[in-house]
């Protein structure tokens, strides 16, 4: 199989300059949710992704993120049979099933790809097309079965009489066709409509004149197709999206006290027993073990491994650092590029000093077991605080600290007898 995603048009509505597909949830681009999602089927082996409007842009995150997945450029945008027109040239010999989806649908899952292209394959159909039953089908392509009911044809709101408008099933953008047999329908699509664009839908027409077997397949989860056209509908999918995520860690075991105001990303993984406190933000790649401890209002930032029995509290934002077991950091602190070991303690206020910004460069902070860093320290990386050392509170360690010893930068502690009167006495 193959999979072309149409990813060519404007995204006006998002009003950025930012390329519609490439915004992210979770720091993810859309167009990488919907071609993960096509790649965890173990379905298609190459995937086209039609590019149009800030093609550059989007063609060198292709080229950066994905080896199965190639761009093709279509300009100017005459319309979604066009854009798939597009892809004609790579696939002139190909045979197999053709999976086409929207690069702006980014809450598909494989499951339901799969259990689509397994329909399809059960009804021996030619041509199938993804539908959903919405209460208000405003402006999608309505649904027109036959009496035996399968597909007679799709037709899209502006050209919809009211009787086909008061149809509630829609088309929800996503085809799989046998490619050998739908392929002739696209140097056949026409025009004559009321966008004067070559539309997709109308290829369903054109296998139907050629007796093929054409139908719909209704989803089961309309959430799946949610598409984003506006900001609006990106902070609504960030919110679909985290409701799923949270529903599976608590279905897993994982205690999130309150799901509305915890955000998680999808490639974060955690063990049974862990609590997560409100206003928690987890994003990127992460593993976190069981019996851990996280917020309220923590910031994992991708790339965090934490061990069973870690604690990280309030205020406290960790980015591509391991924590092994029994590991505390409660308080006000940025945890970046470091390894920490097992019963470390990180007082309040603690920073690793990760970040050069005269070179620009980002170096390591290596905290051994059962190191006990004093409160509001700073550790200029690259620095390796070996096992059982302490650092007295107040301190900026730029060496390394030998095991077991004490460093301390903290100045002398003064203390004048009776200061405070003596101001006083002199007003
Ligand atoms: C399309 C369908 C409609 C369906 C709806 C589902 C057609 C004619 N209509 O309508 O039946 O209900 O999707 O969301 O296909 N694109 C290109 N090149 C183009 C035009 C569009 O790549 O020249 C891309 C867009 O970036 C977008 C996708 O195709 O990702 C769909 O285009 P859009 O204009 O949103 O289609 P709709 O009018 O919503
Ligand atoms: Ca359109």
Redesign the pocket.
């Known amino acids: 199989m193959k999979s072309i995603i149409?990813?060519?048009?404007k995204?006006t509505r998002m009003k950025s300059e930012t390329p519609?597909v490439l915004h992210t949830i979770f720091e993810k681009a859309l167009v990488s949710y919907v071609i993960d999602a096509v790649n965890g089927t173990d379905l298609a082996d190459e995937n086209f992704v039609?590019v149009?409007h800030q093609a550059e842009r989007v063609e060198e995150f292709i080229k950066l993120n994905y080896t199965n997945a190639k761009t093709v450029l279509?300009s100017p945008?005459?319309?979604?049979?066009?854009?798939v027109s597009m892809a004609l040239p790579y696939l002139k010999d190909f045979e197999g099933e053709v999976i086409i989806l929207?690069?702006?649908t980014p809450l598909i899952t494989s499951d339901t790809l799969k259990e689509f292209v397994e329909a399809h394959k059960k009804m021996n159909s030619d041509l199938t097309v993804m539908s959903a039953i919405f209460d208000n089908p405003t402006?999608?392509?309505r649904i027109v079965r036959n009496p035996d009911n399968t597909l007679n044809s799709?037709v899209?709101e502006k050209d919809a009489t009211p009787e086909q408008k008061a149809i509630k099933e829609?088309?929800?953008?996503i085809y799989c066709l046998n490619w050998g047999k739908i392929k002739g329908a696209f140097g056949e699509l026409k025009t004559n409509n009321a966008q004067g664009?070559y539309?997709?839908?109308d290829i369903v027409k054109w296998a139907n004149s050629k007796s093929l077997n054409v139908n719909a397949y209704v989803l089961k989860n309309n959430e799946e197709?949610y598409?984003i056209n506006s900001k609006a509908n990106l902070a609504e999918a960030t919110k679909f999206l985290n409701q799923r995520i949270i529903k599976k860690h608590l279905d897993n075991g994982v205690t999130i006290v309150s799901p509305e105001n915890t955000w998680i990303s999808p490639e974060t993984e955690i063990e049974p027993d862990t609590i997560i406190y409100p206003c928690t933000y987890i994003e990127g790649v992460n593993k976190i073990g069981r019996n851990c401890k996280i917020g309220p209002f923590a910031h994992l930032r991708g790339g965090v491994v934490l061990e069973d029995d870690v604690k990280i509290g309030n205020f406290v934002e960790v980015k591509k650092t391991t924590v092994k077991s029994h590991t505390n950091a409660c308080h006000l602190t940025y945890l970046g590029d470091s390894e920490i070991g097992s019963n470390v303690n990180i007082g309040a206020g603690t920073i690793t000093a990760n970040y050069n910004p005269l070179t620009k460069e980002k170096t390591k902070t290596i905290i051994e077991d059962n190191v006990k860093i004093g409160s509001n320290s700073v550790l200029v990386a690259p620095v390796n605080i070996h096992e059982g050392a302490n650092i007295g509170a107040l301190s900026v360690i730029t060496s390394d600290v030998k095991a077991w010893a004490l460093a301390i930068t903290r100045s002398p502690l003064r203390v004048i007898d009776n200061w405070v009167k003596q101001k006083l006495n002199r007003h």
């Open positions: 149409l990813a060519a048009g995204g519609k039609i149009g279509q945008q005459l319309g979604t049979g066009h854009a929207c690069g702006d402006n999608y392509g799709i899209e829609i088309n929800a953008g664009e539309y997709l839908t197709i598409g």
